[in-house]
């Protein structure tokens, strides 16, 4: 995050009101997975997540 320069509010703002991009689909490790997309300060924020046990919100990547 640090090297992209994206915070930690960046990322709730595009799990907020970001638009789902790809997915959902199962991935590897059985958990349901998507890729988000939002505009936030004239660029575009992409972040892939993935959910575990139904609850758990997991940021895999963000660019």
Known sequence: ???RR???IMIYACLKAGSITEGP???AKGNWQVTM???LAGEELVAVVAIERG???LV???Y
């Open 1 to 3: 995050m640090k090297k």
């Open 6 to 8: 994206i915070t930690p």
């Open 25 to 27: 689909f199962l991935n």
């Open 37 to 39: 997309e939002r505009m």
């Open 55 to 57: 609850q758990t919100l």
């Open 60 to 62: 895999i990547t963000v």
